[in-house]
């Protein structure tokens, strides 16, 4: 069944070429038992090897089962060893760090056996060697004897063809080796077995057939064996070690070195922990600045309004005093810096649709202020009065102009934004908060404002004819509810014979008559934690109800006569071209607003929105351009940058330390490869293959990896408590650092790549140990 035709294996160490095998012939039976006798250093360990497949051959050929080795890959020595030989040593070679249990399974592991299949053998094989008693014991809780038992056991377990013992005797007393002996003797009755022995007593006791060993050749066969040619019988299984397998055997491996374990990982989690505060403190100071920023924003919107400052201009403008002066007796004439600077915006319905197509997702909301007067009266005590919607002190009748002009900067305004995109949340909803009453849901629904202490503007009460005090307090159901009536224009203003247009005073009448009718339907305040705090305490409505007063009175009778006329049609006053667009505006006759506020998300989206608005300008002159105001931008341009800039900084030191830790990772590898010397043989031994002495050592880095990656965050996360209430002492910033859980999980993932990446070379290098001299290693 086995035949070694003329083998040689030469050690060439230096100029000394040592002959271990020199020219070997020999068969063996299907089943015998065989003793190799020979001095020290004869060849004969060399000679189990080659049969084993631990170490190759130079020259020659072995037959197994009719199958030539010549042309054996690696793969198919593996595929070899772990299904056609079992090894027995003569230092037994467990592995410590596994129950006796593990060790009998191993080398089924390798081939793929199931969990239970690979239980049921393990404890079969040991019962035969009468270990029954002890399966839950460590190698390290047993006798030698019952040590030998359980390699005998391992090797027995795959049930292979061949079984090699290499002196199993050697390290036993005498009553022991007898016991072993037996043993061996038995498996040798349906098994080829192979044993080297100093001993030669014991080889003839025991022993079907003795070769004597001398300078790496045969001197002499007690029961040679002619082999008959035979076809190819020869089938294997390849081995293969599941990633699990070898999670498990590092675990186990890791698990008897539990403080080496902590402080290894402990050390190498430091630049984490660098990373993940550094990481935890830049993201929470960006939420803090990104607050800022839209808390700016909001205060500051991109602003076109009609009249604008052209700050190129205006800069271009303001130079310094100093140069040489004119010595002429003339003055030069000159349009001033401010004037020349100011710039009419043409805001056309063309403009008001394109903003109106900004992406939704860079600003939501855009406000507008229109200058359209209302013609409102409420029925106060039983009496119709004329009310108006402002916070204007003057006791004057509808908004004024100069009303509706001063809310134009943005600040305060009383005609909250229109979404963009009605689905994508509603503005008041996000930012305000419903104290009594229901929210708006037609355009004729209007709200009550209050701030935080819930106080609002008297001016915007007394208006609406409500009789308050200052300090007065009013509960929200004497405000929520009121109905105030809306005049069209042509009931509104009557026309004098002489063809101008008076307001009608008989409000009692015109109330009566009225058909629209807004309704206060809520107290709002703003929440605590909008940033878009834009509405000024007092009476806020929404634009629809500007744009719906606009739609009816656009082809009033007094409309229609300011536009055919260049005069007042109420005072008779003379009107230029803008003034005439104004009072038209006023009273209704122009959908175009007077000024237009865009309320980006972010300083980020606002560069976009901006982008977006300079693209309209394109190709225009310079009259018909469209000049935006953006008051936040040159506030706080600096801010983003800088953080990120630190945060780099901070990274990259935080990353040298990782780099160091991945270094020291692979020296402890490398140490751990140099400790496991000897079980990275007897893996070999069990048939496993390059790859999965690899897939061990790459396992092991990678449960340190992952260890120390959590380690490091769960420490940086720790951290980030006594770091927050320092900085709330210093700053009375509230909980700055902030360890995203993304971070975390990407830094652990970092920390396993790099340690298993710091791991892979020493892993390599054991890969590549040559299982002979790893079975050699003391
Ligand atoms: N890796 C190696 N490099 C160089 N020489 C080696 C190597 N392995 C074995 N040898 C040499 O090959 C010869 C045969 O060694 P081997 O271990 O097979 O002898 P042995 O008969 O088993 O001896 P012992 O009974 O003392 O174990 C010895 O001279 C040894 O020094």
Known sequence: MLELKNIKKYYKVGEITTKALDGVSVSFRKQEFVAILGPSGSGKTTMLNVIGGLDNYDSGDMVINGKETKSFKDSDWDAYRNNSVGFIFQSYNLIGHLGI???????????????????????????????????????????GGQMQRVAIARALANNPDILLCDEPTGALDTETSVQIMELIRELSKEKLVIMVTHNPELAHEYADRIIEFADGKI???SNPHQEQPKPDQF??????????????LSFNNIRTKKGRTFLTSFASSIGIIGIAVVLSLSSGFQTQINKTQSETLSK??????????????????????????????????KTSASDKAQHTNKIDQKF??????????????????RLVGMNLLREVDGKAQAVKLSND?????????????????????????????????????????????????????????????????INSLRNLGFDVKEDEKLSFDKIIGTSIKLVNNNDYYTKLPTGNYIPNTNYQELYNKAQD??????????????????LSPGIAYSDELSQKIIDENKGSDIVKAQESSDTNVMTNEKLDASTKETTLAYLGGSSIPYSIMIYPNNFKDKDQILDYLDAYNKGKSKENKIIYTDLAGTMTELTGGLMSAITYVLVAFAGISLVTSMIMISIITYTSVIERTKEIGVLKALGARKKDITRVFDAETCILGVSSGTLGVVIAWLATFPINSILYSMTNLKNVAHLELSSALILILVSTVLTMLGGHIPARMAAKKDAAIALRAE
């Open 352 to 369: 008001v649709d394109y903003v109106n197509k900004i992406n939704p997702d860079l600003s939501n909301n855009i406000g507008y202020t």
């Open 101 to 143: 249990l593990d060790n009998v399974e191993l080398g089924m592991t390798l081939s793929n056996v199931s969990k239970r299949e690979r239980e049921e053998k393990a404890r079969e094989a040991l019962t035969r060697v009468g270990l029954k008693d002890h399966l839950d014991k460590k190698p390290n809780q047993l006798s």
């Open 517 to 534: 009718e807004l309704t206060i339907t809520a107290v709002l305040r703003v929440k605590s934690d909008s940033t878009m705090d834009l």
């Open 219 to 221: 001197q002499k066969d």
């Open 393 to 457: 002190s003057s006791s004057k009748s509808g908004q004024s102009m100069s009303s509706a002009m001063s809310t134009m900067a943005g600040v305060g305004v009383s005609s909250f934004p229109q979404e963009l995109e009605k689905g994508k949340g509603n503005f008041l909803k996000e930012n305000y908060k419903l104290l009594q009453g229901s929210y708006p849901t037609k355009a004729t629904d209007i709200v009550l404002i209050v701030d935080k202490n819930n106080e609002t503007n």
């Open 235 to 248: 089938q294997l299984t390849h081995t293969k070690m599941k990633f699990w397998t070898a999670l498990k």
């Open 300 to 333: 500051f919107p991109v602003t076109i309004s009609k009249v604008a400052t052209d700050q190129t201009e205006a800069r271009k403008q303001s130079g310094t005093s100093k140069g040489t002066f004119p010595k002429s007796t003339e003055v030069t004439v």
